[in-house]
Nanobody, 129 residues
């Protein structure tokens, strides 16, 4: 069964850290670009980070640069999003998604969800004191 499962969400205080995991089953994640998106209440979905195949080129949206890191563990068939120095505006449901072309589609500083063919169900991150 093909699945993407996000985990690691939760409630954290401002300035804290969380690590989200995107675990794949039924396929090999290393062959895909993997993107992280988030959707806050009442807002449009936003691309946060992406890692491509091959040289594992990474991309981060400006608002999280210096605070978030994306990485792969091929042995665990998992992609991670390490989130440090969390802010209240990071509160959202975070989704991972895969692009079978292996590339992250970025246009004018925006990670496109076009081509992201398969999505997980999401993990809630709440940053609040």
């Amino acid at each position: 069964q093909v699945q993407l499962v996000e985990s690691g969400g939760g409630l954290v205080q401002p300035g804290g850290s969380l690590r989200l995991s995107c675990a794949a089953s039924g396929f090999t994640l290393d062959y895909y670009a993997v993107g992280w998106f988030r959707q806050a209440p009442g807002k449009e979905r936003e691309g946060v980070s992406c890692i491509s195949t091959g040289d594992d080129t990474t991309w981060l949206v400006d608002s999280v640069k210096g605070r978030f890191t994306i990485s792969r563990d091929n042995a665990k068939n998992t992609v991670y999003l390490q989130m440090n120095s969390l802010k209240s505006e990071d509160t959202a449901v975070y989704y991972c998604a895969v692009n079978p072309t292996g590339s992250c589609l970025i246009r004018v500083g925006v990670l496109l969800d076009y081509g992201m063919d398969f999505w997980g169900k999401g993990a809630l991150v709440t940053v609040s004191s």
